[in-house]
């Protein structure tokens, strides 16, 4: 008989934790996952953090976390790759919590590619002491990492790049300075009224403007041809990834250097943009203005190998907003409409230069090979 309660007794004790776990697992149940930094640079080891708690008396003695991540993100030694995706890999997490226990939990990682990477949800299975039910919930967390391409040494790039490093020598793009005052002549039409001296005005009785000495305001635009060779009609295939991927920090590289001595620079790619509508490619203009460097950083990270038109129609719709710059067109190949627009852009006061983009080493620590001739 004792033995018979005892039965009975364990299985309303059972079906009772059942019923407690099956309504109120997730009940007091706070799960958030995140990066400990919001932009990196390709090649850093990052932190990806999660922070799992449970708010309530009933202990939860096994909790799961499952998600997709992109293989670009390398936890350590890379887990193996599923054979359905040949970008994902699946990430498990199992944790056990007492009642009102909080785990923080740390996983050091490296960031592998160039991107803007988003873990999107998480799938969180638990269930009861005897793991006879579970119960899962969707959890979607705002976990970005926007990873800026690699820069490379200004040393090994075989650039002419004293050309924007501010040791400008050539008297082009001139613009009167307002701050360098050469003296004062007569008045000219055109001339604009901020500019009179009323003094000199008044002590001959004929109307004076003063004049400007002139400074240069070089500025750089790097524009990168997304197409790897020419007349291609197809998408880009991932041969190719490495010397696109190797233009991308050749470009960022530049842009970076220009920027940090006082110069403007500027981006544009006949590519598409991650987490921007189609459109006709990426142009970020050139400027000085506090944080164009970030900018420039976060559009080419967001920059996709796909390309959206062709190069030279790309390069025409570019030239009403090019003048008096220093145009630097990265590119696998060259041809005569390529030179007929670069001629173009030459009448217009621009300095164009290109330079052929050639299949790096794979740690992008070469540069480019010689300029096109």
């Known amino acids: 008989m004792d033995l018979i309660w005892l039965v009975l007794a364990t299985l309303i004790i059972y079906f009772i934790q059942v019923l407690l776990y099956k309504r109120y697992v997730f009940s007091n149940f ?40 992109p293989d670009s993100i ?32 740390s996983y050091n990682i490296l960031c592998n590619r160039r991107g803007i990477y988003d873990l999107g949800s998480v799938s969180i ?28 040494d200004p040393q090994a790039i075989d650039l002419p790049t004293t050309r924007w490093q501010g040791d400008l020598t050539v008297m082009r793009w001139i613009i009167d300075d307002p701050f360098l005052l050469l003296g004062i002549r007569e008045y000219q039409p055109g001339d604009t009224m ?19 000495d002139k400074t240069s305001d070089p500025k750089l635009m790097v524009i990168m041809n997304i197409e790897p060779r020419e007349n291609l009609w197809s998408e880009i295939v991932k041969d190719d990834h490495n010397l696109l991927e190797y233009g991308f920090s050749l470009a960022a590289s530049l ?21 921007q509508p189609a459109n006709d490619g990426i142009i970020l203009p050139p400027a000085r203005a506090q ?19 062709s190069f030279t129609g790309f390069l025409e719709s570019l030239e009403p907003q090019l003048h008096n710059t220093d145009v630097l067109i990265l ?40 300029d096109i001739a």
Not at 79 to 91: C, Y
Not at 130 to 148: C, E, G, P, R, W
Request: proline share 3%.
């Open 30 to 69: 706070e799960y958030t996952r995140g990066f400990n930094v919001t932009t990196c640079f390709q090649g850093e080891q990052i932190e990806l953090l999660e922070v799992i708690t449970n708010r309530k008396i009933i202990p939860m003695p096994w909790v799961r976390a499952e998600s997709k991540i």
């Open 74 to 105: 390398i936890f350590g030694a890379k887990p193996e790759t599923s054979g359905d995706h040949d970008q994902w890999f699946f990430h498990t997490s199992v944790f056990s919590l007492m009642p009102y226990q909080r785990v923080l939990r």
């Open 255 to 275: 842009c970076v250097m220009a920027l940090s001595h006082g110069l403007e620079a500027g981006f544009a790619c006949n590519c598409a943009s991650h987490g």
């Open 291 to 309: 944080g164009q460097t970030e900018n420039v950083l976060e559009t080419i990270a967001r920059a996709q190998i796909r390309r959206t038109r």
């Open 125 to 152: 299975s638990s269930g009861d002491l005897f793991d006879n039910m579970t119960s899962t919930l969707q959890k979607q967390n705002n976990a970005v990492i926007t990873v800026y391409p690699r820069l490379i």
């Open 331 to 370: 590119t696998a190949h060259r041809n005569d409409e390529l030179e007929t627009i670069a001629q173009r852009l030459r009448q217009k006061g621009n300095q164009v230069l290109f330079h052929r983009l050639e299949e790096p080493a794979e740690s992008f620590d070469v540069h480019g090979k010689e």
């Open 194 to 212: 901020r500019d009179v001296h009323w003094k000199a005005t008044a002590r001959t009785g004929n109307l004076q403007v003063k004049t400007h």
